[in-house]
């Protein structure tokens, strides 16, 4: 559900304001074609092929025809799904195709839709009410319907290049036209086309006789037919790219984009560096986020076109966006600028950025004139400018990660990266599962690379600047800190972040280690990181999360079911994450008895330390009980001289808090000290972030990791149940079920945060 991005207007000043201005010097009043329709029909197909005839039949829409799709769903997309029927350019409508039975089974082509077209039999379907507030339905056949809607329109999103789209539906005897952006959707009033329907008509025959960029599509995007010399030159570019490193991943990756059931395309970028225009061609989006109002993120593997249009140079990633356009949002490519001057590591270097001339939300800025009683700031739609910034590296998502050291490793590289951009003047504020990337660096090592730095924030005399506030939360809902959730009003600062390092650490060590929750793993993801509480002032963080950030330890007795202890007495079971047995590398199960992962000690101590933390909030107990860790293991992984440990010094981590005898004194116990000042020095560990690197460094080179330890992604394949229903936080559900990620790139399944900055 788009809660609270949406507005109805009538269907005239839906034409004036966002449509251009008619050029014809016609005076001739449009009829009804749809004059004498049944008032009622006996099926969605009676009802869809009435319309597609009428339509068809007028012969007002020269170049266009309207085809019934309910048949087949595109080939290319996953989802299966597909709406009754749409308008589309006469050389690229779907051909007439026929089942062994004689039955029609057009196939609909997502690429080419230039105007959708959904029917429901009952008027009761509308998926608008304007009796209620917001105009948002609460009928559940309505919120269906509406629900069908904004899918269809994310998938015209996904396999287009559109600023905007319009979708006409019909329900009973009536119709809206429905127009979506990145900011937000406006539908008409309701229509009785029956008796009304020149005033339909009318939009129509307008919306057919405009040109592609006034129907939505992006004039600095060229798709690339298959007939194009361009199409064959990539294919070849990427192969020989290939043999020329075969043991590179680039090319791999750049060739495996080259998927010919999606459209291809030539992208430009207008370099405000240089104020010159450079061109790359792209495939498959190598990262694709879902829904319809947003930022609209598609990450490409790209190769640069010289000016004769030819592939030429080393692979990029190009990153196209629609970033938020308010005071004090700085441009990510402007960012990265920066920290590049500043010589900040394991960041992207920016090739070039800017935004595209004209190309923002028509939704945004027209709200005001439908809302006169109601001030600017109180807009729930924010402004969306489209943009895209070419970075010089290459990553491929987290998840690849070939065992568990080289998982923290990425981990202490992003903080490391965090660190060195606050000295620099900036903090990211959107840690996330997927904006951290893995890379190869000029040794060879695989390194972490912290990516994504568009909600980044100035941070200047150790703090971040407030500036221009906006109504929503900043960051990705599943690795937001527990303080940021329960005060969205609250400023993101260092803690914040550090503890966001932690929550994806812990996403895909239960994702992909061995741990004692293995079958639950589905259960355990929604629960601590898509969970909520629908608390008096809003929606906060869940209780698993809350309690993990409060109390030091997670427990998974609650899905587990808990153990017995030697003497047959119940106890709770809190996550463990085991050392592998020998020889069993990806099965789950096969863990050495009683012997720790080292990651286990290492998630243990830091939510000692977050534990400290939110004790300021309500001063408590804070027990907590280490995991063992034992050494030399004869099979566990040898620790490199070269790569980011390296460059660090090889001093141990010696606060007096942590060694390798694994004794911790700091929980309040120990005679050292009062509780008070141990809980404050904990804490304190993570007002910067020297503490943190030092005890990720101090695990990556004094203990020894076993090598085997990644198996098959435990999370469910099918996509896991968010333990509520929608909550409105984003255009789509919370929870996995409702998302399709693209190859290699589940972490499309994150959710942003609506920002609050």
């Not at 495996?256 to 560096?273: I, Q, Y």
């Not at 109002?293 to 004769?308: C, F, K, Q």
């Not at 898509?530 to 999360?545: I, V």
Request: aromatic share 10%; charged share 25%.
């Amino acid at each position: 559900m788009v809660h609270g991005k949406s507005y109805i207007c009538t269907l005239e000043s839906l034409i004036q304001n966002f449509m251009p201005e008619h050029k014809s010097t016609s005076k001739k009043t449009v009829n009804n074609i749809f004059a004498g329709v049944p008032t009622t029909f006996s099926s969605e197909k009676a009802m869809y092929g009435c319309i597609v005839d009428r339509l068809n039949g007028s012969h007002l829409f020269p170049g266009r025809k309207f085809v019934a799709t309910p048949y087949k769903p595109d080939k290319s997309d996953a989802t299966k799904q597909a709406i009754d029927c749409g308008m589309y350019a006469s050389a690229h409508a779907p051909k007439e195709e026929w089942t062994d039975l004689g039955e029609e089974s057009r196939r609909l082509n997502w690429s080419r839709l230039e105007l959708g077209i959904e029917c429901k039999v009952k008027a009761n379907l509308d998926p608008f009410d304007e009796w209620q507030d917001g105009d948002e339905p609460v009928a559940q056949g309505r919120k269906d319907v509406w629900g069908q809607l904004l899918s269809y329109a994310d998938l015209v999103f996904r396999y287009q290049q559109r600023l905007f789209h319009y979708t006409v539906i019909f329900f009973g005897n009536y119709a809206r036209v429905i127009r979506f952006d990145r900011s937000g959707v406006v539908a008409s009033d309701k229509i009785n086309y029956a008796k009304d329907g020149s005033r339909l008509t009318e939009f129509l025959v307008r919306y057919c006789r405009m040109k592609e960029t006034n129907r939505g599509h992006d004039p600095t995007a060229t798709r690339i037919e298959r007939t194009d010399d361009l199409f064959d030159e990539l294919k070849k570019h990427g192969k020989k790219a290939a043999a020329e490193s075969p043991e590179g991943y680039i090319p791999q990756l750049f060739n495996a984009t080259l998927d010919e059931s999606w459209p291809w395309w030539k992208l430009d970028v207008l370099d405000e560096g240089t104020d010159t225009w450079q061109s790359f061609a792209v495939g498959k989006p190598h990262f694709l986020s879902d829904g319809v109002v947003g930022r609209g993120t598609r990450g490409y593997i790209a190769v640069p076109l010289s000016d004769s249009g030819e592939p030429t140079g080393s692979f990029v990633y190009l990153k196209d966006a629609w970033r938020v356009n308010h005071p004090g949002m700085e441009k990510e490519g402007h960012v990265l600028g920066v920290l590049n001057k500043a010589e900040v590591r394991y960041v992207p270097t920016v090739v070039c950025h800017g935004d595209l001339p004209d190309q923002d939300t028509l939704s945004y800025y027209n709200w005001a004139q439908y809302h006169p009683d109601e001030a600017s700031e109180q807009c729930p739609l924010k402004a969306h400018q489209h943009y895209r910034v070419v970075e010089a590296e290459v990553g491929k998502p987290l998840s690849q990660f070939i065992n568990g050291r080289e998982l923290v490793t990425a981990i202490y590289c992003g903080v490391i990266a965090h660190k060195e951009a606050c000295a620099a003047g900036y903090i990211h504020r959107d840690i996330s599962a997927g904006n951290i990337l893995l890379y190869q660096d000029t040794t060879g090592q695989w390194v972490g690379l912290l990516n994504d730095w568009e909600l980044s924030k100035a941070y200047v005399g150790g703090k971040t600047e407030e500036g221009n506030r906006q109504f929503d939360r900043t960051g990705t809902w599943q690795f937001t800190s527990v303080h940021a959730l329960i005060d969205y009003a609250k400023v993101i600062a260092i803690p914040d972040d550090l503890e966001s390092f932690f929550h994806v650490m812990l996403y895909f060590a239960i994702r992909f280690l061995p741990h004692n929750c293995p079958n639950g793993v589905g259960q355990l993801m929604a629960s601590y990181f898509d969970d909520y509480t629908d608390g008096l002032s809003g929606f906060t963080a869940g209780p698993a999360k809350f309690n993990a950030m409060y109390n030091g330890v997670i427990h998974v007795h609650l899905i587990t079911g808990g153990k017995k202890d030697a003497q047959g007495k119940h106890v709770n079971e809190r996550l463990e994450f085991l050392w592998p047995k020998k020889g069993a590398e990806g099965q789950d199960n096969a863990t050495r008895p009683g012997r720790k992962h080292p990651i286990d000690l290492l998630i243990c101590k830091l939510l000692k330390r977050f534990k400290a933390l939110y004790a300021q909030d309500e001063p408590q107990d804070t027990q907590s009980a280490d995991s063992n860790d034992e050494d030399g293991d004869a099979e566990a992984l040898a620790q490199p001289s070269t790569g980011p440990l390296a460059l660090d010094g090889d001093e141990d981590y010696s606060d007096g808090s942590d060694s390798d005898s694994d004794s911790d004194d700091e929980d309040g116990t120990a005679p050292s000290g009062s509780r008070s000042q141990n809980l404050l020095k904990l804490a304190s560990q993570l007002e910067s972030h020297k503490a943190m690197e030092k005890l990720l460094r101090h695990f990556l080179k004094r203990r020894k990791w076993p090598v085997g330890d990644k198996g098959a992604d435990k999370k469910p394949k099918e996509g896991y149940s968010p333990p509520r229903e929608n909550i409105g936080l984003t255009s789509t559900q919370v929870g996995s079920t409702t998302k399709r990620p693209l190859d290699g790139g589940e972490e499309s399944t994150s959710k942003r945060v609506r920002s609050k900055s």
